[in-house]
């Protein structure tokens, strides 16, 4: 079954990072939908015991929308850098520590590729999108972006990892980028384009 969202209708947000926040009410906002954080609405995130991006943004989005009671859209991504066997992956936010500091996960990122004498690595940044109801329906859409990681980080206009991820064909880093041009390349640009075709949003019921 396909979900349908009409216009008006209120989606929640499960995230309380603000810029994965920005970039989901940017991507929504055209369509109609009136988003809300779950930050906003002082709802917990719960534990992510997924094994895959995919699992943990469907645990997400079916704990914001049940306790919510709306719609929700809940994205797990993350940064896989080749040289390290895919790391950090799913860990990638936990690479930042509790305080969610991305200095100390790009600083642990070029640690780890010192260690194999290596100064960048073939990189993906993977984005699953994960639609869910309170009645418990959902689906997931997955983007990935492929390009490279390389030091020192650059750039002020992303978050996360952006400032050492360079997409194929650029020289500039995802946080030297115009905001639009990335929104338009990135992995999770790639899975809410697969989220729109499916025909999610629509004028009414």
Known sequence: M???????????VAS?????????????GPHGIAPVSTGDLGLAEPEETGTS???NAQLKALAAATAGGHAALA???????????????IYSARWAGPTRDFR??????????????????PAAFVCALTLALPDG???????????????PPRGERGFGYDPIFIADTMDETFAQIDPALKHAISHRAKAFEKLLHSGIFVESL
């Open 2 to 12: 396909t979900i349908r969202l009409p216009r008006g209708s209120t989606l929640i």
């Open 16 to 28: 309380h990072n603000p810029g994965k926040v920005r970039e989901i009410t940017a991507l929504v």
């Open 53 to 55: 991006f995919a699992a």
């Open 75 to 89: 994205d797990d991504s993350g940064l896989c850098v080749e040289a390290l066997d895919g790391a950090p992956g």
């Open 104 to 121: 100390i996960a790009m600083t642990r990122v070029q640690d780890e590729l010192r260690r194999r004498k290596l100064s960048g690595s």
């Open 137 to 151: 329906a959902h689906q997931t859409f997955t983007g990935t972006v492929h390009g490279r990681v390389a030091f």
